[in-house]
């Protein structure tokens, strides 16, 4: 009977030493979920300004990204492909845009855009992690942070309960207004994307030549 109630004591210690959920490591992993069919839209709005025209261009239209098939490429790596539509309204069709490419390791999440690969992410993700953005192409060297994560953020009028928001540049003076900033949020992917390179007017701040971008999540799901 001793021995019977010696093994109970040790079962019962193991038990209680299993892993739970709240174990598990927050590695960041689902801030970019890979599944397919699975699809994320965004409101696109674009400004053009040039400087010799005194003009500035405006458009607006559509954006959906959609996780196609994999494949493995020569590394052993599996690759995502990202099949990419625009329209310039909800009441006309699809139209391809192209294709870029997504790969997620264990330490990075890499996006080939253009034809450019950049680091968007870096694993795990916690607040004030630091990575070189560019370490995947030939451009200089380009430090992204991770300013926020895990906090809730409403981008647009939808709130995401876990955001993480990565700083990728920016130099703003009087006579330069360049930022490049995204929002990820946990199970749905990037949700918005900053990108701006402008040249002032130092009279009065107005934009002069360059570009403003920004993509809105509108909503996600799978086909």
Known sequence: MKNVLVILAVLLSFMSCERTDEDIPDLGYDYYPLSDSS????????????????????????????????????SGRTIHNLVRFTRSSDTVDWKLKDVWTVYKGDDRLERMEE?????????????????DGNSRNDSSEQIYAVLDYNLKNKVDGTTFKNTARINQFENINLIEDQFQEEIYARDVGLVQRIDRNLELDPADGSPKAGYDITWTYIEHGKL
């Open 115 to 131: 034809n450019v690969t950049f680091v968007r992410l870096s694993f795990p993700l916690k607040r004030g992690k630091t990575w």
């Open 39 to 74: 699809y994320v839209m965004y409101q696109v709005v674009e400004y053009i300004y040039d400087e010799f025209q005194g003009s500035r261009d405006s458009n607006g239209y559509q954006l959906l990204e959609l996780v196609d098939t994999a494949y493995t490429d020569l």
